[in-house]
């Protein structure tokens, strides 16, 4: 066999070996390496508070948690429309709910704690829950449209002895952002099902 023949079969060997253990690398760390990629991709902060908001609204945390997602990504801030902190509550909508829970001396200031964003965003999201029969499409579809639109396309749809669904939604920025909501609230039961309460420590 030729030195040039030899050096070829080396290097073949070698790539073959790399391939192997390459393999054997991303078997090893795959479901990890993913975890970690997902985690990245799709942040959790205040799940604390988010577990217990939810426990006391009879919300689903990862539907708050998707919600938040959807809205700021976890990075509050006030949008150019006024809205506030992690989920994006209008001054206007919070006076709504600070009247609601018997709040006289509140200030739009607050919602930029996290904490009282959180808590008055998961209690206007039941609202709206109960508003829609505990109906999620309309129920997310008010919180990003208003209930006045919501309850519009509800009428409508019943007069035209149609169901309503996220299809039903005319706005396309409201039908993108429901499905939006619901697909990250899959992505948070099954990433942080431990840190949103879903899932117990063994």
């Given at each position: 066999?030729?030195?040039?023949?030899?050096?070829?079969?080396?290097?073949?060997?070698?790539?073959?070996?790399?391939?192997?253990?390459?393999?054997?690398?991303?078997?090893?760390l795959?479901?990890?390496?993913?975890?970690?990629?997902?985690?990245?991709?799709?942040?959790?902060?205040?799940?604390?508070?988010?577990?217990?908001?939810?426990?006391?609204?009879?919300?689903?945390?990862?539907?708050?948690?998707?919600?938040?997602?959807?809205?700021?990504?976890?990075?509050?801030?006030?949008?150019?429309?006024?809205?506030?902190?992690?989920?994006?509550?209008?001054p206007?909508?919070?006076?709504?709910?600070?009247?609601?829970l018997?709040?006289?001396?509140?200030?739009?200031?607050?919602?930029?704690?996290?904490?009282?964003?959180?808590?008055?965003?998961?209690?206007y999201?039941?609202?709206?829950?109960?508003?829609?029969?505990?109906?999620?499409?309309?129920?997310?579809?008010?919180?990003?449209?208003?209930?006045?639109?919501?309850?519009?396309?509800?009428?409508?749809?019943?007069?035209?002895?149609?169901p309503?669904?996220?299809?039903?939604?005319?706005?396309?920025?409201?039908?993108?952002?429901?499905e939006?909501?619901?697909?990250?609230?899959?992505?948070?039961?099954?990433?942080y099902?431990?840190?949103?309460?879903?899932?117990?420590?063994?």
């Open positions: 066999m030729s030195e040039r023949r030899r050096r070829r079969r080396r290097r073949t060997l070698a790539l073959l070996l790399g391939f192997l253990a390459l393999a054997l690398l991303v078997a090893l795959g479901p990890g390496l993913n975890g970690a990629l997902r985690r990245l991709a799709l942040p959790l902060e205040d799940a604390r508070t988010i577990r217990l908001q939810a426990a006391a609204d009879h919300l689903d945390p990862a539907l708050i948690a998707a919600v938040i997602y959807a809205e700021t990504k976890f990075d509050a801030r006030t949008s150019a429309t006024g809205a506030r902190g992690l989920m994006q509550i209008e206007e909508t919070a006076a709504f709910i600070a009247s609601s018997g709040q006289r001396a509140f200030r739009a200031e607050e919602l930029a704690d996290p904490a009282t964003n959180i808590a008055y965003g998961s209690w999201l039941g609202f709206l829950l109960r508003h829609y029969a505990g109906a999620e499409v309309p129920a997310l579809a008010a919180y990003n449209a208003g209930v006045g639109n919501v309850d519009r396309w509800l009428g409508e749809a019943r007069a035209a002895g149609r309503f669904g996220i299809a039903r939604i005319p706005y396309p920025q409201t039908r993108a952002y429901v939006r909501v619901l697909a990250a609230q899959r992505e948070y039961r099954e990433t099902a431990l840190e949103l309460g879903l899932r117990r420590h063994r």
